[in-house]
């Protein structure tokens, strides 16, 4: 059982509706049709609150989940509907689908000419590898610069403060990879 039939089949047992459960949990009506219907799994601040509407621990909401021994997943360019914008001039797109059953998070990055992305820093343990395919990047890991061209790549570890720039007359756009996945 994945984790959108289950989250639907604890619903119906409640005898809520989806909107009932998008208002009690907070998680938006859309998101939560999709992850019902496979279309995303969600993220773990979601299944947390969902299962809070439903009166539940995070452990019964996992309980009956099985995750699939499919390790191959397609996906054509049409099927990819996770575009997140980090601002006017920056951009990322996940590249597979159910990434928090995956080790590794796979994204494309797209910076404007004079963007950037917002600083992060994830949870210890994970690391991030980015390969530029298209323009330039400066990579500011702990307040250390890295120039980055076409070809080139780069492996860090993800908990050290980190962000990218665009400081070149073209769009920047690079892969990264991030593991364990996070959102």
């Known amino acids: 059982m994945q984790i959108g ?9 409640k005898g809520l509706t989806l909107q009932e459960l998008s208002k009690a949990s907070g998680v938006a009506l859309a998101s939560l049709s999709r992850i019902e219907n496979g279309r995303m799994t969600g993220t773990l601040e979601s299944h947390m609150n969902i299962a809070k509407a439903l009166g539940i621990s995070l452990a019964q909401l996992y309980s009956n989940i099985i995750m699939e021994d499919k390790n191959i997943d397609l996906q054509s360019k049409k099927e990819r509907s996770d575009v997140f ?3 006017d001039k920056s951009s990322y797109e996940i590249l597979t689908s159910k990434v928090l059953s995956k ?16 600083q992060e820093e994830t949870r210890p343990g994970t690391e991030k590898f980015i390969y530029i395919i ?6 500011v890991i702990s307040e250390k610069s890295y120039e980055l061209g076409e070809r080139d790549s780069l492996y860090f570890d993800a ?6 720039k665009n400081k070149t007359k ?3 756009q690079f892969i990264c990879v991030i593991s364990p996945p996070a959102l």
Do not use: C, N
């Open 103 to 118: 080790k590794m998070m796979p994204i494309m990055l797209k910076i404007e000419v004079g963007g950037k992305t917002p």
């Open 5 to 13: 039939k289950q989250i639907k089949d604890l619903r119906k047992a």
């Open 85 to 87: 914008v980090h601002s």
């Open 170 to 172: 073209t769009l920047a």
């Open 134 to 139: 298209k323009g330039r990047i400066e990579a």
């Open 159 to 164: 908990s050290l403060p980190h962000f990218y």
